[in-house]
Antibody, heavy 120, light 109 residues
Framework: EVQLVESGGGSVQAGRSLRLSCAAS????????MHWVRQAPGKGLEWVSG????????GYADSVKGRITISRDNAKNSLYLQMNSLRAEDTALYYC?????????????WGQGTMVTVSS | QSALPQPASVSGSPGQSITISCTGT?????????VSWYQQHPGKAPKLMIY???KRPSGVSYRFSGSQSGNTASLRISGLQAEDEADYYC??????????FGTGTKVTV
């Protein structure tokens, strides 16, 4: 079964750091791009960051650039999101999502998300 | 990287067809045939309905179709059913490894 399981969320104070993880199974992880997408409570989807199959292409949303680092470990079938200098506006459910190709395109598999709450 | 404007809500009766628009710019929708559409029911993870403008993933009903023209992308749902009631989001590649989602549209059946 194709599956993505996020972990690492929690409640933190503004200015602190958090590292999210996403464990992938059921597909050849290093054949696909991976992404993080977040959704603040009651709000729409916001793309946060994406990484190509070989980490050669990495992108960040302007809202998180300079504070967040995406990475992947293909040997461990895992995706990560290092979040620093957290702000109240980073409070959201963070989804890990699999790209439909090696580099870009739709996101065809989603995890159930991990909640991050930042208090000021 | 502003969210792509979508109508806040669209409604239709069972059996009818509706179309949701997604307005981009020459930097995203207008430059790449890489618009995808997602359906999200309350409390659930999003589901990919259309990718690369007009392609349907395996398992997605033929009632869903996508198109792109200029800076605008559209999602059409034909033969509207009660289960189609959900939030719908477009998403476009915007260059340099970035993506941008639309503002979302609530579909009421």
């Amino acid at each position: 079964e194709v599956q993505l399981v996020e972990s690492g969320g929690g409640s933190v104070q503004a200015g602190r750091s958090l590292r999210l993880s996403c464990a992938a199974s059921g597909f050849t992880f290093d054949d696909y791009a991976m992404h993080w997408v977040r959704q603040a409570p009651g709000k729409g989807l916001e793309w946060v960051s994406g990484i190509s199959w070989n980490s050669g292409i990495i992108g960040y949303a302007d809202s998180v650039k300079g504070r967040i680092t995406i990475s992947r470990d293909n040997a461990k079938n895992s995706l990560y999101l290092q979040m620093n200098s957290l702000r109240a506006e980073d409070t959201a459910l963070y989804y890990c999502a699999k790209g439909i190709t090696m580099v870009r395109g739709g996101l065809d598999i989603w995890g159930q998300g991990t909640m991050v709450t930042v208090s000021s | 990287q502003s969210a792509l404007p979508q109508p806040a809500s669209v409604s239709g009766s069972p059996g009818q067809s509706i179309t949701i628009s997604c307005t981009g710019t020459s930097s995203d929708v207008g430059s790449y045939i890489l618009v995808s559409w997602y359906q999200q029911h309350p409390g659930k993870a999003p589901k990919l309905m259309i990718y690369e403008g007009d392609k349907r993933p395996s398992g997605v009903s033929y009632r869903f179709s996508g198109s792109q023209s200029g800076n605008t992308a559209s999602l059409r749902i034909s033969g509207l059913q009660a289960e189609d009631e959900a939030d719908y989001y477009c998403c476009s590649y915007a260059g340099s490894g970035t993506e941008v989602f639309g503002t979302g549209t609530k579909v009421t059946v």
